[in-house]
Structures are given as structure tokens and as C-alpha cells.
């Protein structure tokens, strides 16, 4: 589950641009705007066959896209990915309405992965493709759609798409479904890709999902006025025109940009995989006379710290994204190992963490079984310098949070040791920082329990799973605290001394059948 999480919060993101007339049309379907109706469709595009850097063909079942508005590159830092006050009232609503835990940490796991930043140094919310629509109710369909376009910054490998709306709630001579047709092949004609979607059409309406990748500021804002845990709706007819379109778009025209670009990056990165290649990076290190900082030859970072669009480096790590998007995690984690040479010798260090980071990730979603060799001398080695760099040198600890949770996670994946040696070190490093609120720390401690118990070690599972029902009694959570304790009794009922007077254990059972509020300090 969590594999398929992370693949599809990294999925390719495709930014879209409407006219009024369409969030005007959206709007009378019950909906804010276009983007809000469209946007949850993308996370069930369905099965797609994605060709990797060996030349296989591998064939996805959930394979999805992103389905936003167009966001400002934040250059400098990237700032937070989310507000902590904002992500424990999300985890107190989470927390209400699933009734296991496990449900509720992989809401709290997806927020951690949701709408990353467009930020300078990682490249997934940089459109890959930008779908321009227009509705039939405009006058002027064919010249508003390129006026939408040239409006945009022009990048040769962000693929356009034209998207024409047709309206099914109004059926007249201005307005026919013949009409659009029409209009379309003369978009296909004038712009080369081009596809139609009808909505507003009658039909049994069918409830619609809260898009599962939404920031944690905008479900927040979804579930206080109601939006949230499936209560929109839309005809049958509407949710597979637009299930159509974007099939359609992302197999037949989306998935082969995506492969083009990466087979015409890949000639960047061949040059420094070979021996010159590795030559030069060296040399870019060795030469650096006194210890100076400033830019030395060959390398393309700015004084300002941000390597330039199209400079080698931002190729390469564009190349490892777009392959991590597509799934070829393989190549994506050499690729990274491949530049973050660069990064290192030119202490980029935001550059630096975001791709050790993503490195990891990518080692971990393609591998089967980790030996303790490769998390001792590879995986650790990435994550200690990462998380260093993301917290004592960046300030960006959200980054850190999003790292550790999510690597320790895949790593409960592979087998005992991996859960209860890898996981429980990294998720324990995460409590240790403080990178959580209160909630989500009895969340982890949780997590910490099922590592272990993936391993013999029933002990240990009972204690964290004790310590966990020690911070929902401080949050209040009494429901959650009652789960805990539950768990810990096939261990701690066999023993005496956890149920003597004065013990943790004892103490938390008292309160909580007393039935009050409680604060336990120690």
C-alpha cells in the first residue's frame, strides 16, 4: 500500500489553465472551478504500459497523474511543506473518523508526499504537460484556447495540450455537440493535440472521492465546510468522459513525451557516466584553491546558489525525476547517485539533501530484500547526511519529517531485520528531533510497535505500543489510548511486575476506567 502511495503522489504533474466559462460551467455542476472537478480523476487514470531505460515494457494498474493550477517556483528554500498546527487538526479528524490506526497513518503518510513545492531543487511539480480548456460557451473557442497558450512561458519539453468543453446542459444552434465535434478537428489541425470532454450530462450521479493528494491546508478547509471523505458527486455519463479524456491523454500522448525527453536527457547523463566524465568531477573537486567558495569552471551554479534551467546538473536530476515518475526507480536511483557528485562538490546543499533523499526513496521502492550490508553502507549514509543537511544546515526539519517516514516505512517492508533494525533507528531519530506534534508522535511511536513486532521482538512492540498509549492520554485521546493498552495485553498479562502499583501500565489502565481526562508525565 505504501509503494503505491509514494507512486502516485510522485506521478507526473500536469498543470491546467481554464477560462471563466469553465469554472463557470463546473460551478452550476456544484463544483468551485474546473481544476477542483477534474483533479480527483487523475489519481485513477488506470492501467498504462510505461517503457524503462533497458527497453521492457511494464504495465501499471494505478498508474495516475496530477491535475493542478500552475504554482510560482519557490527559488529560495521551499519554505514548509505544510503548517504543523494545520497537520495535527488534520490527524484529530483523521483520528475521528477511521477506526484503525493503520488507516489513519497512511492519510497522515500521504500528506507527507502530497503536492510537493515547485521548488529550484526538485523537479516533480514542474509541469510536465500543460492542458488548456475552453468551453463551448465561448464565442471565441479556437483564439481564446491560443491566447490561453502564448500566455504561458514556452518550454520545449512541457507538452500541450488543448481541451475543449462541451456542454451538455444546453443544446442549441450555437451550442450542439456537432459543433464541438467540428471545433475539434479544427484544433487538431491548428495546435496538434486536442481532445473534447462533455459534461453536464444526465445520469445517475455517483459519488466522487476527495482527491487523496491534496495539501493539508486545502482538506483541512474540505472537511470544515463538509467537502471531505467523498461527499461530492457527478453524473455516470461526466465521471467517464472525463475518465476518457484522461486516459487517453496520459497513454497516448503524455507517457511517450515523458519517454522522449528521458532518452534525449539520457545523452547528458552519458557524458558523465564515462571515465572523462567521472575525470571532471573530480577535478571539479580537487581544484578548489584554498578552500574558496566561489563558482569554479565547468560547473553552471549561479552565485545565488540555483544551478539555471537547462544547466547539465538540473537536466540530470529532471532525468532522475521523470524516470521515478515513470516508475524505472533503478534508473532513477543511479541517476541521483549520479549528480549528486556534482551537487556535493559544489556544496549545494539543498540540491544535495533533496537528492540523497529521493535516492533513498528510490532504492527502497525497487528493491525486494536489503541486506544489512546495503542499509549499513548505502541507505544510512544517505539518510545521516540528508537529514543533517535538511535540519542543521537548511531549517527545512518538514523535509527531514517527510524523509524519515517515508523511508523508514518502505523499509518495514523488506523483511524483520529491515523493520525492526532500519525502520525502528530511523523512525526513533525522527521522535528524538521533535518533528512532529503530539499526534502524530503517538502516530510513530505506533509505527515503531509494528516494526518490531514484524521481528520475534513481542517485548518491544508492547512497549512502544505502552509509550503510544502514554501520548494519546496526554492528547485526551482516550479511544486511542483503550486500543493500545488492548495490544499490549497478550505480553504484559503473562508478567507480574508491568501490573504492580505505581507502573505506567497500571496507571493508564485506572484513569481510563475512570473514564477522565488524563496527563501522564512519565
Request: charge should be neutral.
Amino acid at each position: 500500500m505504501m509503494k503505491s502511495i509514494v507512486a502516485r503522489a510522485y506521478s507526473p504533474f500536469c498543470s491546467v489553465f481554464v477560462t471563466e466559462d469553465c469554472d463557470k460551467l463546473a460551478n452550476d455542476l456544484g463544483y468551485e472551478d474546473l481544476i477542483t472537478l477534474l483533479a480527483p480523476h487523475g489519481d485513477a487514470v488506470g492501467r498504462a504500459t510505461v517503457r524503462d531505460s533497458q527497453g521492457m515494457t511494464n504495465t501499471y494498474d494505478d498508474f495516475a497523474i496530477r491535475l493542478g493550477a500552475k504554482r510560482p517556483t519557490e527559488r529560495d528554500s521551499g519554505g514548509m511543506l505544510f503548517n504543523p498546527d494545520a497537520m495535527e487538526a488534520l490527524l484529530r479528524e483523521y483520528i475521528g473518523h477511521y477506526n484503525s490506526d493503520d488507516s489513519a497513518f497512511a492519510r497522515f503518510f500521504a500528506k507527507l508526499v502530497a503536492a510537493p513545492p515547485d521548488t529550484a531543487f526538485e523537479t516533480f511539480s514542474q509541469p510536465a504537460a500543460h492542458l488548456f480548456c475552453v468551453s463551448s460557451r465561448n464565442p471565441h473557442p479556437l483564439d481564446t484556447l491560443q491566447a490561453l497558450a502564448q500566455g504561458q512561458k514556452r518550454d520545449k519539453d512541457c507538452l500541450n495540450f488543448y481541451v475543449l468543453v462541451h456542454d451538455a446542459t444546453v443544446e442549441d444552434a450555437d451550442n450542439s455537440k456537432h459543433r464541438t465535434i467540428a471545433l475539434l478537428e479544427r484544433a487538431k489541425k491548428r495546435f496538434g493535440l486536442a481532445g473534447m470532454l462533455e459534461l453536464g450530462q444526465e445520469g445517475t450521479p455517483e459519488t466522487i472521492p476527495t482527491p487523496q493528494f491534496l495539501t493539508v491546508g486545502d482538506e483541512l478547509v474540505n472537511l470544515k465546510t463538509g467537502v471531505g471523505f467523498g461527499s461530492r458527486t457527478l453524473s455516470h455519463a461526466d465521471k467517464e468522459s472525463i475518465r476518457s479524456l484522461l486516459r487517453e491523454f496520459t497513454v497516448q500522448h503524455l507517457i511517450p513525451h515523458m519517454e522522449r525527453c528521458i532518452m534525449t536527457w539520457d545523452a547528458v547523463a552519458a557524458g558523465k557516466r564515462g571515465l572523462t566524465g567521472r575525470m571532471f568531477s573530480a577535478g571539479k573537486k580537487w581544484l578548489k584553491f584554498g578552500g574558496s567558495d566561489k563558482q569554479e569552471p565547468g560547473s553552471s551554479i549561479q552565485a545565488s546558489g540555483i544551478y539555471p534551467q537547462g544547466s547539465p546538473e538540473q537536466t540530470i536530476r529532471r532525468l532522475a525525476d521523470y524516470a521515478f515518475m515513470l516508475r524505472d526507480y533503478r534508473y532513477a536511483y543511479a541517476t541521483y547517485e549520479l549528480v549528486k557528485r556534482d551537487f556535493l562538490s559544489d556544496k549545494a546543499w539543498k540540491y544535495l539533501a533533496a537528492c540523497q533523499e529521493q535516492a533513498a526513496v528510490a532504492l527502497l521502492m525497487y528493491t525486494t530484500r536489503l541486506t544489512e550490508k546495503q542499509r549499513v553502507e548505502v541507505l544510512n549514509p544517505l539518510l545521516d547526511s540528508a537529514c543533517y543537511t535538511y535540519i542543521s544546515r537548511l531549517q527545512l526539519p518538514q523535509y527531514a519529517l517527510r524523509m524519515l517516514v517515508v523511508t523508514s516505512d518502505l523499509q518495514c517492508l523488506l523483511g524483520p531485520d529491515a523493520a525492526s533494525q532500519g525502520a525502528t533507528q530511523w523512525f526513533q531519530k525522527l521522535l528524538d528531533e521533535r518533528l512532529v506534534g503530539r499526534l502524530g508522535y503517538a502516530l510513530i511511536m505506533l509505527r515503531v510497535s509494528y516494526a518490531f513486532s514484524q521481528s520475534p521482538k513481542g517485548r518491544k512492540a508492547a512497549l512502544w505500543q505502552l509509550l503510544s498509549a502514554r501520548e494519546w492520554a496526554d492528547a485526551n485521546q482516550q479511544g486511542e489510548m483503550a486500543k493500545c493498552l488492548e495490544l499490549t495485553s497478550p505480553v504484559y498479562d503473562e508478567l507480574n511486575w508491568p501490573n504492580n502499583d505505581g507502573t505506567l501500565l497500571t496507571r493508564l489502565k485506572k484513569e481510563l476506567a475512570e473514564g477522565r481526562p488524563t496527563s501522564v508525565a512519565s
